[in-house]
């Protein structure tokens, strides 16, 4: 069901009581997801859990993919809060955007007459815009949930973070040399 300002019904799942689930979005459903953000019968089917501080509001759980937003890498699940209203998003706040390119987790920058422009924490990635239009649903970051295995500074993943940074940083200004040459 569309409501005015393009809203849609949310779709949630609750115990006999009425107490709210986190519905749980794994990786491999994501494109699923995408299809389906706004069916209770999709909704239903996922898995779902319950954290006791989490009790007023509506959260949803989504498994992260990439190394854009440290310390979040793949196993990882964030949780978010939903956000009914694009005007409630707050700068240097993260969010997990759900739009017509995929599910993507970022640091909310700002927002125009006609995108959100967004961020991500490795600073290898550039920010970007997104087109409101193409904006589903937005979860604001509440909690993260760290694979089992996962050990802070243990990997070289800083590291190589570190080495693509500087040679992005090179090869502009290589570039911009080029282009002054011409």
Known sequence: MKLPENRVVLPITVDSEGENFIEIVPQKASMGYLKGFSDHEYIEKLNRMRLPFLQNGKYRAF????????????????????????????????????????????????????????????????????????????????RGILPENYKPGKTNETYINTVLQELKTSIKELDEKVSSIK
């Not at 009914?84 to 970022?106: C, N, V």
């Open 63 to 142: 498994l992260a993919d990439g190394d854009s937003m440290p310390p979040f890498a793949d196993g990882s699940y964030i949780i978010g809060e939903y956000v009914e209203q694009l005007a409630d998003l707050k700068s240097g706040k993260e969010y997990i955007f759900i739009t017509s390119e995929g599910i993507t987790y970022k640091t909310f920058v700002k927002q125009t007459k006609k995108s959100v422009i967004v961020s991500a924490d490795n600073t290898f990635y550039e920010p970007y815009e997104i087109p409101l239009e193409n904006v589903f649903e937005v979860w604001k970051y509440v």
